[in-house]
């Protein structure tokens, strides 16, 4: 087992859920302060 699966194995679903959803998050933020647009972003 590696970390990684140790390490969702110590987490809730829904924390794991919410951790991947920050991630995601996080990544729309970046492409946006690089000037794409939304629906760019979004469809893609």
């Known amino acids: 087992m590696n970390n990684r699966e140790m390490y969702e194995k110590d987490l809730g679903k829904e924390e794991l859920a919410g951790k991947q959803e920050i ?18 972003i979004l469809r893609g």
């Open 23 to 40: 991630r995601y998050l996080d990544k729309l933020v970046d492409e946006l302060a690089k000037g794409k647009a939304m629906e760019k």
